[in-house]
């Protein structure tokens, strides 16, 4: 009896054993399965300060950051860079949590239009046009829906930081008003997987917000997670 119930033990204890690293093997998969990356994408100023500050605080939240930048670049000039055709070189794939979209400061000026959008012969939408705030939320609409697409889980559009100087502030105003707008208008699936973070001042730029702005680094680990 004492060598079947030390037998029984052995048996119980390698059932345990087992059972231990097939638990262990099942976290280490999920683990690796987690999505932690996030793409951080637009103007100059997501290669510069604010870009840097987001790209440490995500870091901080147990993310890995990347920041995708083009200089004097927005929706309004896609003459200039596309966005929309760049999107589709962006590093997404399995691991990706999400991704930051942050420009408006340079699109207060004439849309270029795209053939497909034009109506009259007239490549541009003017700035001081009534149907430049319709087109600009429908391009806000057609990046979320192009990110969306490729198959990102979460895209988290911030409005332009809050500019000072009196000749800009009305661009300002406009561009950030279209971005909370627009989200509305995607794709009925992909609706709620898209955020509008607003951002009110200078800080995230000036550096009075160590690690980046507060409010996206929250909003984006959240919903990565």
Same mark, same amino acid.
């Given at each position: 009896?004492?060598?079947?119930?030390?037998?029984?033990?052995?048996?119980?204890?390698?059932?345990?054993?087992?059972?231990?690293?097939?638990?262990?093997?099942?976290?280490?998969?999920?683990?690796?399965?987690?999505?932690?990356?996030?793409?951080?994408?637009?103007?100059?100023? $997501?290669?510069?300060?604010?870009?840097?500050?987001?790209?440490?605080?995500?870091?901080?939240?147990?993310?890995?950051?990347?920041?995708?930048?083009?200089?004097?670049?927005?929706?309004?000039?896609?003459?200039?860079?596309?966005?929309?055709?760049? $999107?589709?070189?962006?590093?997404?794939?399995?691991?990706?949590?999400?991704?930051? &979209?942050?420009?408006? $400061?340079?699109?207060? =000026?004439?849309?270029?239009?795209?053939?497909?959008?034009?109506?009259?012969?007239?490549?541009?939408?003017?700035?001081?046009?009534? =149907?430049?705030?319709?087109?600009?939320?429908?391009?806000?609409?057609?990046?979320?829906?192009?990110?969306?697409?490729?198959?990102?889980?979460?895209?988290?559009?911030?409005?332009? &930081?809050? $500019?000072?100087?009196?000749?800009?502030?009305?661009?300002?105003?406009?561009?950030?008003?279209?971005?909370?707008?627009?989200?509305?208008?995607?794709?009925?699936?992909?609706?709620?997987?898209?955020?509008?973070?607003?951002?009110?001042?200078?800080?995230?730029?000036?550096?009075?917000?160590?690690?980046?702005?507060?409010?996206?680094?929250?909003?984006?680990?959240?919903?990565?997670?």
């Amino acid at each position: 009896l004492d060598k079947q119930a030390r037998e029984g033990s052995k048996q119980e204890r390698r059932l345990r054993a087992k059972r231990k690293r097939e638990k262990a093997a099942l976290i280490a998969a999920r683990k690796r399965e987690k999505r932690d990356e996030i793409i951080i994408i637009g103007s100059s100023s $997501v290669k510069g300060a604010l870009g840097r500050r987001l790209e440490i605080g995500l870091e901080r939240e147990g993310f890995k950051a990347t920041r995708w930048g083009r200089s004097a670049s927005g929706l309004s000039r896609m003459d200039y860079y596309d966005w929309f055709d760049a $999107v589709t070189d962006l590093p997404i794939g399995d691991k990706t949590a999400g991704v930051i &979209v942050y420009m408006g $400061v340079n699109d207060p =000026q004439g849309i270029w239009l795209y053939p497909h959008e034009r109506k009259t012969r007239d490549k541009w939408v003017r700035w001081n046009n009534s =149907q430049w705030s319709p087109v600009y939320r429908e391009r806000v609409v057609m990046l979320i829906n192009a990110l969306c697409a490729l198959g990102v889980p979460r895209v988290a559009m911030l409005t332009p &930081v809050d $500019v000072r100087w009196t000749g800009c502030r009305r661009g300002w105003l406009v561009c950030a008003s279209c971005k909370l707008r627009g989200p509305g208008g995607a794709n009925a699936a992909w609706r709620s997987r898209a955020a509008v973070i607003h951002c009110t001042s200078t800080a995230a730029t000036r550096g009075d917000s160590p690690g980046g702005h507060p409010t996206a680094i929250t909003s984006l680990a959240k919903a990565a997670t």
